[in-house]
């Protein structure tokens, strides 16, 4: 059937187009899409549908994430859980709802907010200052332009408006703060009294038929899951790109044709002196500041007037008072508008007339010129060759793709074609199961995965698609074995089984002799056996096991001493309670370290409760098929 699709692709378009259009002529598009939409909806947020393809990608792209983080100690199948994709449903979920609540609400951020976020940022700075062609560089390294950038961080800070006062108001009272202080620190003193389990392995007995039911009842847990030995190839663009070579004359059209691309635009460097004016001042206020900056502009223009002295003595901005105003090297778009015209239109050594701004007023003076310039082709010309050897690389392999593809779709019962046409070697794997081989960066990707397990690879045993597995790299696999899923026999896990129920039983005896101690223990005191004491406290175990700790701390202690037992991994450990007493007050750091995290905590349950407010506000619905869609994880 395959091979009839392959030869008459434009016979089988022609008859899909002819079952297709009937659907919309009966159903209309619209009822069509209404159909689609509902067909693949999980969640309703605000009327509005969390679809099953949204909700694909933001796992793809959460594991692609870990995958990048991890490298080879990526698991798909430790990551890929129910509980991970609940959370990233939910993820989304809370995204929409912060969104239509800004929108409600005509959340927006200003021009100023947007400025002062993005001159904050360490990457886009130069001697602590911002730089525009760091700005840009940065950008273009993401593949972002300023426009784009700054339109989605506009959003974002928009968006940050309705959590955000929720976190920055939170505060931990300072008298549950002591409590939690006092609870980490009470310290009490222990002696110990441990019944290992191994000290009873020798009583344990567990013949072949106690093997053999535990076998019998617990047969899911030695099923071993479906898996296939593979073969794969993989082209990437060192494979298809080597010796590439740039000549002097297209490095020297490259140059022209990109002039633009090398232009430095005019620099100004300034100094100011500004008479800061809060927002909201009342008009005399701002009118007495405007009378203060024409007095200094006066003294400014004034013959063999020292600028930088009266900046340092008067001017308001905390910034660049101490350099005697000065703002350094900045271009277009770097300050705000009646600055930048007014800076822009004064001669070197020139001193404005008082310009007024949403921060105040200033007095400018133009302390130097760069003109604009384009940078010569020595300067660039490295450059220059990297990029053209990256756009002929990206043509050769965008080419060598295309064949790679045709090769491994024509001849699709075999990898050697397209292995022999680039010289690729044919790789080879055992025991590859469906959330792939951990480990191993080809075979550990999700789409490798799943195109193994695909019917057309694994029962027609037919070369898989060609899988992108980053820019520029392309995968083919094919099945060479399937082998079912089967329950390991029993020979296989008899010795596991006995191992386990050993240890299981051994532990059994010795809680059983420990609870019997301990009754004993709270009838009759007895240090019998006991450890030398030790000292602990919630925040100081001093290694002894978190459970005993946990119990030590729950014990009741109007009676000492006090007596508690409970399991650790390997054995039952009585606790005897001996003393109880308040730690010195920490330092005054400590509690600011630990208010500080506790009040973090604080802060996302308090938008946690936010959250589940604004999900009965817009009314979110969770649809039958998100229940399916969680547990789908990799297995």
């Known amino acids: 059937m395959f091979d009839l699709i392959r030869n008459h692709r434009r016979w089988m378009q022609f008859v899909l187009l002819l079952l297709i259009l009937p659907s919309f002529v009966f159903v209309g598009i619209q ?73 409600k609400n005509y959340f927006s951020a200003s021009d100023d907010l947007l ?59 300072e008298a549950v703060m002591d409590r939690l202080v006092a609870a980490a620190t009470e310290r009490r003193e222990i002696q110990m009294l441990r019944f290992a389990a191994a000290d009873y ?42 010796n590439i070579s740039v000549s002097d004359e297209d490095i020297k059209a490259y140059y022209e044709q990109n002039q633009a691309r090398y232009r430095q635009e005019e620099q100004r460097r300034a100094s100011h002196i500004l008479v800061a004016v809060e ?23 004034a013959p063999n007037a020292d600028f930088a002295k009266l900046a340092r003595e008067n001017s308001q901005d905390p910034g660049s008072a101490g350099n005697g105003g000065d703002l350094d090297w900045f271009g277009r778009g770097m300050m705000v508008k009646p600055f930048e015209d007014a800076a822009f239109a004064l001669k070197e050594g020139e001193v404005s007339e008082v310009v007024p701004t949403d921060y105040g007023f200033h007095i400018i003076k133009l302390t130097g010129v760069r003109p604009a310039v384009v940078k010569p082709l020595a300067e660039v010309r490295n450059e220059i060759v990297e990029e053209i050897k990256q756009q002929q690389a990206a043509r050769r392999f965008a080419e060598a793709a295309e064949q790679f593809t045709n090769l491994v779709y024509e001849q699709s019962d075999t990898l050697e074609p397209a292995a022999q046409k680039f010289g690729l070697k044919i790789q080879e794997a055992q025991g590859i199961g469906r959330s792939g081989q951990p480990g191993n960066d080809v075979l550990g990707n999700p789409k490798v995965a799943q195109a193994l397990f695909s019917e057309e690879v694994l029962q027609e045993k037919r070369n898989s698609g060609v899988i992108e597995l980053a820019p520029n790299r392309l995968a083919a696999v094919r099945v060479t074995r399937h082998i079912p899923s089967t329950v390991q ?14 240890d299981e039983r051994a532990m059994g005896l ?21 450890g030398a004491p030790v000292t602990v406290a919630r925040n100081a175990p001093q290694g002894v096991a978190p459970t005993v700790v946990d119990a030590v701390m729950k014990a009741p202690t109007d009676k000492l001493p006090a007596f508690v037992g409970t399991t650790t991994g390997d054995a039952y450990v009585i606790a005897r309670v001996l003393k109880v007493e308040a730690a ?17 905590r604080w802060a996302q349950a308090e938008q946690l409760a936010v959250l589940q407010m604004l999900r009965e506000k817009y009314q979110v619905s969770v649809t039958a098929d998100a229940q399916g869609a969680s547990s789908s994880a990799a297995r």
Do not use: C, H
């Open 31 to 103: 009822g069509y899409s209404n159909f689609m939409e509902r067909e693949s909806a999980l969640a309703k947020v605000a009327g509005e549908s969390v679809t099953q393809q949204e909700f694909d990608a933001a796992v793809r792209g959460r594991l692609d994430q870990l995958r990048s983080m991890m490298g080879a100690q990526f698991d798909p199948q430790l990551f890929d859980t129910p509980a991970m994709r609940k959370a990233v449903l939910d993820e989304i979920i809370n995204t929409r709802l912060i969104a239509a609540e800004a929108s």
């Open 115 to 173: 400025r002062t976020t993005i001159q904050a940022i360490p990457a886009v700075q130069e001697n602590g200052r911002f730089s525009n062609a760091r700005y840009r560089d940065a950008l273009a390294a993401q593949g972002m332009t300023p426009v784009m950038f700054e339109a989605q961080l506009r959003r974002d800070l928009a968006l940050q408006q309705v959590l955000g006062p929720v976190a920055q108001s939170a505060v931990v009272p």
């Open 201 to 242: 392995r020798a009583k344990v007995e567990v013949t072949d038929d106690d093997v053999k039911a535990y076998y019998e009842a617990n047969r899911s847990r030695f099923q071993l899951p479906e898996r296939v030995d593979a073969q794969y190839v993989v082209l990437d663009q060192n494979a298809v790109t080597p």
């Open 279 to 301: 927002s909201g001042a009342s008009e005399a206020a701002r009118e007495e500041a405007r009378k203060k900056a024409q007095a200094l502009a006066e003294q400014a223009k």
């Open 489 to 502: 026999p029993l020979d296989e896990v008899a010795a596991t089984i006995r191992q386990q129920l050993t």
């Open 510 to 530: 010795a809680r059983e002799e420990g609870e019997k101690r301990l009754k004993a223990l709270r009838e009759q005191d007895s240090t019998q056996g006991f």
């Open 584 to 600: 010195p007050k920490p330092e005054a750091s400590v509690i600011a370290a630990e208010k500080s995290m506790m009040e973090r």
